[in-house]
């Protein structure tokens, strides 16, 4: 029903900055919040970063102050400005979103395939 296809992943040095997207397509009614999470090698996927449809945003600690989530002006596209990267940073971003379709009724939970961040010299 929502198809979400993230890009902007590749390898980058440690301090240098990158910026994810993620676009959503689809039988979309409306997007309720969309967000990022990430999954390092063998550890858990964390929580990243939230963006609403008010365009109030949320951070993880780990990434306060040098992440930024943003949202384009259809609220379809949704985008993680990420600088002074470090090793730590890297994982598999995730998009996630919420969101209601023209046939449903209840807001349904949708993510996307990741793409993958590389933070190395």
């Known amino acids: 029903q929502v198809h979400l296809v993230e890009s902007g992943g590749g390898l980058v040095q440690p301090g240098g900055s990158l910026r994810l997207s993620c676009a959503a397509s689809g039988s979309i009614f409306r997007i309720y919040y969309m967000a990022w999470y990430r999954q390092a090698p063998g550890e858990q996927r964390e929580y990243v970063a939230t963006i609403t449809h008010d365009n109030t945003t949320n951070y993880a600690d780990p990434v306060k102050g040098r992440f930024t989530i943003s949202r384009d002006n259809a609220k379809t596209t949704v985008y993680l400005q990420m600088n002074s990267l470090t090793p730590e940073d890297t994982a598999l971003y995730f998009c996630?979103?919420?969101?209601?379709?023209?046939?449903?009724?209840?807001?349904?939970?949708?993510w996307g395939q990741g793409t993958l961040v590389t933070v190395s010299s």
């Open positions: 996630n979103a919420g969101a209601t379709v023209r046939t449903g009724r209840g807001v349904s939970d949708y």
